[in-house]
């Protein structure tokens, strides 16, 4: 079958990405959105197993293959294991050794103030945003094919502030500089690396806050230059877009999608 998109890589087959936290919300989106590209998924998900397992279900209704992996990407020493168990889901589907795009999504969110975050929550914050990022992109190198692409998830808190994500902003500054550091060091891979910067969507991420509550919602709609708050299918399709041929000499770039949040 004939896909949109072509690679360096090895073989005629289509591509293959890895989408962490893929079962709901801004992963599934991207997932499907891949899907309709052209692009074979597999996702990971950390508790949601029905709902990560209905995402396969909709890829493979529109003709793509796709797998669903459990992953805690806060728990660095279950990284190994979980090498394995992607190297054999990628033969025993796909009859190959390697993957081509790695999309660093999954989250999770807290909302403390400054002088109230604990240690806890930093730790906990910074194990999932970061160091799980870092760690688990080192374990997956070997396991990607030169000529593909890492895609990091950030956040419009990276650019402004609001109270309450001193710690979570943070983390995604870390993120932002750690995609340029990658950009270089893995240039000579053919591997670009970018970020995708997120405004306020509606989802169940941070307990459903910016979706459920009214006046939070309104009150970001009226701060966004198209006056309204951001859904996952805003950002599920740029995704895509950045895993196509047509997007290969984007690379070490902060790409956010708000709406125009904040200007």
Known sequence: MTTSVTLTPSSSSSPIVLITGGSRGLGRSAALAAAKSGIDVVLTYRQQAAEAHAVVAEIE??????????????????FGAFAAQLAQALQTTWQRERFDFLVNNAGMGVHTPFAETTEAQFDALANVHFKGVFFLTQKLLPLMNDGGRILNVSSGLARFALPGYAAYA????????????????????????NVVAPGAIETDFGDGAVRDNAQLNAFIASQTALGRVGVPDDIGPLVAALLQPSTRWVNAQRVEASGGMFL
Do not use: T, W
């Open 61 to 78: 209704s529109l003709g793509r293959r796709a797998v669903a992996l459990a992953l805690d990407v806060g728990d660095v020493a279950s």
């Open 170 to 193: 943070a983390m995604k500054g870390a993120i932002e500089v750690l995609s340029r550091y990658l950009a270089k060091e893995l240039g000579p891979r053919g591997i670009a690396v």
